[in-house]
């Protein structure tokens, strides 16, 4: 008598093929010792096992793949700026993604200008930080000019004035120093003064004004001591006379010019 023996050869479940991906075997069978591979398209990252071989308990080792999509953090704002598309800063972008960054007027992009997001997940300009650099001066204003006049009976005058108005593009606090150092009221004396203020902003940007304060005598010189002489009397018709000469002072600290005539 013959006898037949039927052999069926042992297999793994046929595997799906893989969404945003592609799926490689050695067989097109998955038979025993089938090995097959997962690879994702670019744009998605694997999850889970990248191959799986069919074992001789008809079961595939290894975990299941799929490809997820990738995406990079979400972009930091950039003070003094912005990004564009704006969902680079707002939602986690997807892979292939390009970013461009752009700074307000007066500042000066330092740093890469574009990035892009790529795989794994990070960012072409990852190791490099982009910023908006302020350099525009600070704008100051001093106050007008002013003339004043000297203290009673004093050769200065103690003056007051407002401080320069002083505005920065960043809006930050702005340094202002005075040349002379100033501190009011401020005894000046007569003649002009010209006053500079110097302003400097976080980032060493500078900027400048001047004015002047003139300082003028509008006092009339005061008599210090004025006195007739003694009456004289004569027969005769030429008599000379003699007398103290008046005394004057000025508040400015000045001769005074006298000039003599007959009344």
């Known amino acids: 008598m013959i006898v037949f023996f039927h052999s069926t050869v042992k297999s793994c479940q046929e595997l799906h093929g893989l969404a945003n991906g592609t799926l490689q075997c050695s067989q097109q069978r998955s038979t025993i010792d089938t090995e097959c591979t997962f690879v994702c398209d670019p744009g998605f990252q694997l999850v889970g096992s990248r191959t799986r071989t069919c074992l001789p308990v008809a079961m595939w080792d290894g975990i299941p793949a799929y490809c997820k999509p990738i995406f990079c953090p979400i972009l930091p704002p950039v003070r003094h700026g912005?990004?564009?598309?704006?969902?680079?800063?707002?939602?986690?972008?997807?892979?292939?993604?390009?970013?461009?960054?752009?700074?307000?007027?007066?500042?000066?992009?330092?740093?890469?200008?574009?990035?892009?997001?790529?795989?794994?997940?990070?960012?072409?300009?990852?190791?490099?930080?982009?910023?908006?650099?302020?350099?525009?001066?600070?704008?100051?204003?001093?106050?007008?000019?002013?003339?004043?006049?000297?203290?009673?009976?004093?050769?200065?005058?103690?003056?007051?004035?407002d401080g320069p108005h002083v505005t920065d593009n960043s809006g930050d606090h702005v340094g202002v120093a005075s040349l002379p150092v100033t501190s009011q009221p401020m005894k000046l004396f007569l003649g002009s003064h010209a006053i500079t203020y110097r302003?400097?902003?976080?980032?060493?940007?500078?900027?400048?004004?001047?004015?002047?304060?003139?300082?003028?005598?509008?006092?009339?010189?005061?008599?210090?001591w004025c006195e007739s002489p003694p009456i004289f009397l004569s027969h005769e018709e030429d008599v000379d006379v003699y007398w103290e000469e008046p005394l004057f002072s000025d508040n400015s600290g000045k001769e005074v010019q006298v000039r003599q005539g007959k009344v």
């Open 82 to 161: 912005r990004v564009s598309p704006s969902s680079c800063a707002s939602t986690k972008p997807r892979y292939g993604i390009n970013c461009e960054f752009t700074c307000d007027s007066g500042y000066q992009l330092s740093g890469p200008r574009k990035t892009s997001c790529g795989g794994p997940g990070e960012w072409s300009a990852a190791l490099k930080t982009t910023r908006c650099i302020d350099v525009t001066p600070p704008v100051i204003q001093c106050p007008d000019n002013q003339t004043v006049a000297t203290e009673p009976h004093e050769s200065y005058a103690l003056v007051r004035w």
């Open 199 to 224: 302003a400097k902003d976080k980032m060493g940007n500078r900027a400048a004004c001047t004015f002047s304060i003139t300082v003028l005598d509008e006092e009339a010189p005061r008599v210090d």
